[in-house]
């Protein structure tokens, strides 16, 4: 049990500082370590605690600990890859093909719409209606605006709108 804490907390405090500054990064190298910290961000606060830093941590690691032995074995991580392998190897050739690789990448693509898709509904769809409508659309975006407008002016500086950018980006990237 102290091994599996010591190596969690290896592994946020390596992991933890790289999503941080990417979620806060606009620019599109960060994208991957902006979508690790959402993931992480499980209260959806703009925060990674130690608790869900560790939490995935620790999911992750159980789903590899298939004995249930609190280590994780040599053989229990060549099952992992060995079910990694069978899973891109579809025709059970015992090789990987372009068109294989090709497929699951795709795959993993579509799902990443439909997570983003549900993501999306979940933040605008308000009334639970299955269906965006102007309104709720509108009142979000206007919820933003009002957010940016940090003087209340009635519109936004050039620098309101660079500092609103990257938020927005955080809000609706998957």
């Known amino acids: 049990m102290k091994r ?97 690789a090709k497929a699951f990448k795709e795959k993993k693509r579509e799902m990443k719409q439909e997570r983003r898709a549900s993501r999306l509904m979940e933040r605008f769809d308000t009334n639970k209606d299955g269906k965006i409508s102007r309104e709720e659309y509108q009142a979000i975006v206007m919820e933003r605006f009002d957010a940016a407008d940090s003087k209340g002016a009635g519109f936004l500086t050039i620098e309101e709108v660079t500092n609103l950018a990257p938020k927005m980006g955080k809000k609706h990237s998957g």
């Open 4 to 100: 599996k804490l010591i190596i969690g907390s290896m592994i946020a405090a390596l992991a933890l500082p790289t999503a941080v500054l990417a979620a806060k990064d606009g620019d599109r190298k960060g994208h991957h370590s902006k979508n690790m910290f959402e993931q992480l961000d499980a209260n959806k606060d703009g925060e990674v605690s130690l608790e869900e830093m560790t939490s995935r941590t620790t999911e992750k690691f159980q789903k590899l600990d298939k004995d249930g032995s609190g280590t994780i074995s040599v053989d229990e991580m060549s099952v992992r890859q060995k079910e990694f392998f069978n899973k891109l190897d579809t025709d059970g050739s015992g090789t990987i093909s372009q068109e294989e």
